[in-house]
């Protein structure tokens, strides 16, 4: 649609739509992400929340229901659906659970008819569940078009992004607080703007870059200093729990206050990955030339355009930080797994473990439900991993809803990434934001310090830019 005379149109469901007047839930699986899909959902004219907050009687609720088998992010969820179920002005048949499911070998393709069960015994059999399947990437959503899935695509991209920016400054910033402040704004902010975009692709994918240019823009106003010193470590495992901070008692912040910065595994890709499987087993089921070959190929080639949009607006915030292209990622997994053969998350585990080594990382932490079947043989081949990427320290974290000293276990790894760091032959790439530019040095807010400091001189220093760079890093790292 040309821009000249282009008049804004949102796009609703009527009143026929089996969703129409009624309340969708979706686990809050992932900060800003879940938000951003109910924002898409509320553009299509439906209600839709994520689920309250998880809390002991998730846990209580959960434990009730399950039998110990289920991993444990069925535990949570269900827990968090049971709490909604017995609100006193809960109404099953205007309510809506969303609970993805797939096949394969993982218990994930349990939790929908599990839920459905439970649901049945506690007298709730009306409430309706949405199963997106990840046959089919994801996209197989109820009487919805092509519209609301690629918009869906575009709000847990950007929702990645923000969650990036969040990590990549939260260690760094010298106002506590200030850097999830500007998280919270700018989720707001995005998904109030997805809420009101136009349903012309054209024009709401400008309205959405200038909700993210806003974001970055509170990012940069946040106060921080960079320092390269501090260890990377990158994040993978379980999708529900290396996201969600309440499984993994918040884990990723415990590494943050030991020192570490963490770079964590996007939500996109393990969608870009269920759709390289969608073309596999078309192929292996002989349908390489059909119209669902087409419509996967197709929905892939346009999902990857848009994130390529989106991404390239933090070109410079995101040097040394690119995320792989999923190819890449199961070409790097290929020495320690069979693929095709082996599938699911531990095969984007592995060579992403062997992605963030190459990329100078300092460590790497698999969080993962405890007896997690991706998790256990991930944990298996971990070890030769780390001897190939000279010795990178890599570390599974189980997570059950039990209390456990995850300070000395966080601490010990820490320092075993710390020396490792020292050592490593892989060159890690700083953006920008590193660079002594950026810390904005004040010189006469230097020389006050040197006036009323203790420091000097030491009369064997000779002269030169080196010796003095490393003095102007002292000062500028003494306390006000």
């Given at each position: 649609m040309p821009v000249r005379n282009h008049r804004c149109v949102t796009r609703k469901v009527g009143p026929d739509h089996p969703l129409a007047g009624k309340?969708?839930?979706?686990?809050?699986?992932?900060?800003?992400?879940?938000?951003?899909l109910c924002a898409t959902l509320r553009w299509m004219g439906i209600e839709s929340r994520p689920t309250p907050p998880s809390d002991a009687?998730?846990?209580?609720?959960?434990?009730?229901?399950t039998s110990g088998d289920e991993c444990f992010p069925a535990k949570i969820t269900?827990?968090?659906?049971?709490?909604?179920?017995?609100?006193?002005?809960?109404?099953?048949k205007r309510t809506v659970f969303m609970m993805g499911t797939?096949?394969?070998?993982?218990?994930?393709?349990?939790?929908?008819?599990?839920?459905?069960?439970?649901?049945?015994?506690q007298g709730h059999g009306d409430v309706q569940i949405l199963s997106p399947h990840g046959e089919h990437g994801y996209s197989d959503f109820q009487d919805?078009?092509?519209?609301?899935?690629?918009?869906?695509?575009?709000?847990?991209?950007?929702?990645?992004?923000?969650?990036?920016?969040?990590?990549?400054?939260?260690?760094?910033?010298?106002?506590?607080?200030?850097?999830?402040?500007?998280?919270?704004?700018?989720?707001d902010d995005f998904c109030q703007t997805l809420e009101q975009s136009c349903s012309d692709s054209a024009c709401q994918m400008r309205s959405l870059t200038a909700a993210l240019l806003r974001a970055r823009a509170r990012f940069h106003a946040v106060p921080a200093r960079f320092d390269p010193r501090r260890p990377l470590i990158g994040i993978v495992g379980e999708i529900f729990c290396r996201l969600n901070n309440f499984s993994n008692q918040g884990l990723v912040r415990r590494l943050e206050d030991q020192g570490a910065e963490c770079w964590m595994a996007d939500i996109a890709e393990w969608i870009a990955y269920t759709n390289?499987?969608?073309?596999?087993?078309?192929?292996?089921?002989?349908?390489?030339?059909?119209?669902?070959?087409?419509?996967?190929k197709l929905r892939s080639r346009i999902q990857h355009a848009d994130e390529h949009a989106l991404r390239s607006l933090f070109v410079e915030d995101f040097a040394g930080y690119e995320e792989p292209r999923v190819e890449e990622v199961l070409e790097l997994a290929r020495?320690?797994?069979?693929?095709?053969?082996?599938?699911?998350?531990?095969?984007?585990?592995?060579?992403?473990?062997?992605?963030?080594?190459?990329?100078?990382?300092d460590g790497i932490v698999d969080i993962s439900p405890f007896t997690c079947m991706n998790g256990v043989v991930s944990e298996a081949i971990y070890p030769k991993l780390s001897r190939d990427y000279a010795g990178i320290p890599i570390r599974n974290f189980y997570f059950d809803g039990q209390q456990s000293d995850l300070e000395r276990d966080i601490g010990i790894y820490f320092e075993l990434a710390r020396l490792y760091g020292e050592k490593k032959p892989y060159e890690r790439v700083f953006p920008s934001r590193f660079s002594p530019q950026r810390e904005?040095?004040?010189?006469?807010?230097?020389?006050?310090?040197?006036?009323?400091?203790?420091?000097?001189?030491?009369?064997?220093?000779?002269?030169?830019?080196?010796?003095?760079?490393?003095?102007?890093?002292?000062?500028?790292?003494?306390?006000e």
């Open positions: 309340t969708v839930y979706i686990p809050a699986m992932a900060e800003a992400s879940i938000e951003a009687r998730t846990l209580e609720l959960g434990s009730k229901h269900t827990g968090d659906f049971l709490k909604i179920a017995q609100q006193p002005s809960f109404d099953a797939t096949d394969g070998p993982c218990r994930f393709g349990q939790y929908a008819p599990f839920l459905h069960k439970v649901l049945r015994e919805f078009d092509t519209a609301f899935v690629r918009t869906a695509w575009r709000a847990l991209v950007s929702a990645d992004i923000l969650r990036k920016l969040l990590l990549q400054t939260r260690p760094y910033e010298t106002l506590p607080g200030e850097a999830d402040r500007a998280f919270r704004e700018s989720l390289v499987e969608e073309v596999r087993n078309l192929r292996l089921a002989g349908r390489t030339y059909s119209w669902e070959m087409l419509k996967s020495p320690y797994l069979p693929f095709p053969g082996a599938e699911g998350e531990m095969i984007t585990n592995v060579g992403r473990s062997a992605y963030l080594a190459l990329h100078g990382a904005n040095i004040d010189m006469p807010a230097v020389l006050r310090r040197l006036s009323g400091s203790k420091l000097r001189f030491p009369c064997q220093w000779r002269s030169g830019l080196k010796k003095f760079r490393c003095f102007l890093s002292r000062v500028m790292h003494m306390p």
